[in-house]
Nanobody, 119 residues
């Protein structure tokens, strides 16, 4: 089984920063795309950023210029550096990974980590 475990959430003030981390463990051959999603209360889960195994990144418009996604392939890990936070960034943030094992690909989710931006 594959597990993705997030860490690094918490409380930040508007304009502040937080760094989220996610590490994958278990039995698999490789991880292709990794991503961060978020879900605010009463809203649907939305894509924040993605990064491929080759390092190509994409961002949602609402985080461009403020958030940076990165990954460490040997550690099967992905991080999200969040700067210039606003109260609208308050949400549960989820790590996601497209895992390949024996020729099959499956998506796996982390358990989520709460990010709260408030003064």
């Amino acid at each position: 089984q594959v597990q993705l475990v997030e860490s690094g959430g918490g409380l930040a003030q508007p304009g502040g920063s937080l760094r989220l981390s996610c590490a994958a463990s278990g039995s698999f051959s490789s991880i292709n795309t990794m991503a961060w999603y978020r879900q605010a209360p009463g809203k649907q889960r939305e894509l924040v950023a993605t990064v491929t195994s080759g390092g190509s990144t994409r961002y949602a418009d609402f985080v461009k210029g403020r958030f940076t996604i990165s990954r460490d392939n040997p550690k099967n890990a992905v991080a999200l550096q969040m700067d210039s936070l606003t109260p609208e960034d308050t949400a549960v943030y989820y790590c996601w990974g497209l895992v390949e094992d024996r020729g099959l690909q499956r998506g796996f989710w982390g358990q989520g980590t709460q990010v709260t931006v408030s003064s």
